[in-house]
């Protein structure tokens, strides 16, 4: 199952991980929302927002 899969908090609990944490930077999977956090900021995105900029972010910009 993929974190962008979960819509409720079960399915969310059923995950093997739900949330990444480096040094202070840290994303965390709950229900309808990717929270994006460091020591000073706290940012709530909303799921279907969150899966397109990451998909646009992952994907082949090459002119052709």
Do not use: H
């Not at 409720?8 to 840290?26: C, H, M, P």
Request: hydrophobic share 30%; with cysteine.
């Amino acid at each position: 199952m993929k974190p962008c899969d979960c819509y409720d908090s079960v399915t969310a609990n059923q995950l093997n991980e739900q949330g990444l944490r480096f040094n202070e930077w840290s994303i965390v999977v709950k229900p309808s929302s990717v929270y994006i956090t460091n020591n000073t900021t706290k940012l709530r995105i909303p799921q279907n927002r969150f899966k397109a900029m990451a998909e646009w972010y992952l994907e082949d910009q090459k002119k052709g």
